[in-house]
């Protein structure tokens, strides 16, 4: 059974750091592309980076580009989101989605539970 | 940028019709998803690739495209698909979310 658990949300002041991981398992983590995606508190679904099964490839939104930097461990089946200089509206739960994929073509077919980032004074 | 616009939110009766669109100018040329997420849940794959629907997916729930819009339809709505959904398209070199809509059932 696919798992993904996300850690390392937590308070932090404007202008500070945080990484966070996470863990895959139940599936071969190496051969699927990633992803983070956000929801601010009462807020939509926002997209902040994509990263490729060999990492060879990573995008980011405008939001959050220079700022963040998505990476992975394929031996250690994870998935990083280094976050610097964060400002208040960065404050969400951020998850983890597998993205699957038919033909060519991807979806994000599984998610983590999230976890909370809170950026305050 | 590239924009997906979605209702903010549809009614529907119990045993009804609900139909949530959405539209961006790229659809055309890209496959839409839909997601469903509860409160405090996390988003779950409802359709893919504008009309497939992932093992689990009850068979009500189904997808279509024409132009520039794609649409979730939900036949024989229940009260447990009262939940925000969320059209994704990919747009070159970024994901894209719509805004969501919040579906009633009363």
């Known amino acids: 059974e696919v798992h993904l658990v996300e850690s390392g949300g937590g308070l932090v002041q404007p202008g500070g750091s945080l990484r966070l991981s996470c863990a895959a398992s139940?599936?071969?983590?190496?051969?699927?592309?990633m992803n983070w995606v956000r929801q601010a508190p009462g807020k939509g679904l926002e997209w902040v980076s994509h990263?490729?099964?060999?990492?060879?490839?990573?995008y980011y939104a405008d939001s959050v580009k220079g700022r963040f930097t998505i990476s992975r461990d394929n031996a250690k089946n994870s998935l990083y989101l280094q976050m610097n200089s964060l400002r208040d509206e960065d404050t969400a739960v951020y998850y983890c989605?597998?993205?699957?994929?038919?033909?060519?073509?991807?979806?994000?077919?599984?998610w983590g539970q999230g976890t909370l980032v809170t950026v305050s004074s | 940028s590239y924009e997906l616009t979605q209702p903010p939110s549809v009614s529907v009766s119990p045993g009804q019709t609900a139909s949530i669109t959405c539209s961006g100018d790229k659809l055309g040329d890209n496959y839409a998803c839909w997601y469903q997420q509860k409160p405090g849940q996390s988003p779950v794959l409802v359709i893919y690739q504008d009309r497939k629907r992932p093992s689990g997916i009850p068979e009500r729930f189904s997808g279509s495209s024409s132009g520039n819009t794609a649409t979730l339809t939900i036949s024989g709505t229940q009260a447990m698909d009262e939940a925000d959904y969320y059209c994704?398209?990919?747009?070159?070199?970024?994901?894209?979310f719509g805004g969501g809509t919040k579906l009633t059932v009363l």
């Open positions: 994704q398209a990919w747009g070159g070199s970024i994901w894209v």
């Open positions: 989605a597998r993205a699957g994929y038919d033909s060519g073509l991807y979806y994000f077919d599984y």
């Open positions: 139940g599936f071969t983590f190496s051969t699927y592309n």
């Open positions: 990263i490729t099964s060999s990492g060879n490839t990573i």
